[in-house]
């Protein structure tokens, strides 16, 4: 099933419990916080505070991206503040299998992001705990960006390996999605397709969503047929 997730990294936020609710009532499925740490990432966004002060704008699951060094640190500190799902960064765990422990054990779904040069094999062994998988289509750091062609085969890839474990792992992807290059990622087996300004920095941001959403299940149900 195809899922929009807008990334309020492209969002005014001096006014983000206004823009998580506007984005609910456009029809949004969930909603995509991006916290960077200047480390891992070279930029800086919010923290658990800033997610706290948001979560009561909206009932959509907060699917929080955590582009921070050895998040397992905070792990409770981002579940306390409202996270639904927590995604981390293979190369930024020590110790990846204990940091999707630790966010089960805080109640919520776990998920692992790879960045662009990383293959996706070093998640297969994974798949099996994990509650989803982000592959980022961009150099994760900064909105805006043109997606990465070449991280596209990663999907099919990664797809062809769910199916024959026989998993219903969905697979979110993050970075550069546009209603003109959807259809060609949904096509590959994603299912979660990360927005930033292509629903945020769009006059009608209803419609914007409801443009991704028809692309990508016009490609999902030529991918079945």
């Known amino acids: ?15 983000l419990y206004s823009e998580c609710a506007a984005i609910d009532a456009a029809g949004a499925d969930l909603i995509h916080l991006d916290v960077m740490d200047g480390a891992f990432v070279p930029n800086l966004t919010f923290g658990a505070p800033v997610i706290k002060w948001a979560r009561p704008s909206t009932k959509l699951p907060f699917d ?20 639904d799902i927590l995604t981390v960064h293979s190369e930024a765990c020590a110790n990846l299998s204990a940091t999707i422990d630790k966010i089960h054990a805080c109640g919520i779904k776990a998920g692992v992001s790879i960045k662009p040069n990383t293959p996706v094999d070093v998640l297969f062994s ?15 750091g900064f909105g805006g960006q043109g997606l990465i062609e070449e991280t596209l085969p990663k999907i099919t890839e990664l797809k062809r390996e769910i199916t024959r474990r026989g998993l219903t792992l969905p697979i979110e992807v993050d970075g550069g999605i546009k209603a003109e290059n959807i259809g060609r990622v949904a096509a590959c087996g994603a299912d979660i397709f990360v927005a ?7 006059p009608d941001r209803a419609a914007a969503i409801t443009a991704l959403r028809q692309a990508a299940e016009q490609a999902e149900k030529g991918l079945a047929d």
């Open 1 to 15: 099933m195809i899922k929009i997730s807008p990334s309020v990294l492209s969002a005014d936020l001096a006014n």
């Open 64 to 83: 929080v991206h955590l582009m921070i060094e050895e998040p397992i640190r905070y792990v409770e500190d981002f579940v306390k503040a409202g996270a």
């Open 126 to 140: 994974l798949l099996d705990k994990i509650d989803m998988v982000l592959i980022m289509t961009v150099e994760p």
């Open 196 to 202: 930033g300004s292509s629903v945020f920095g769009k």
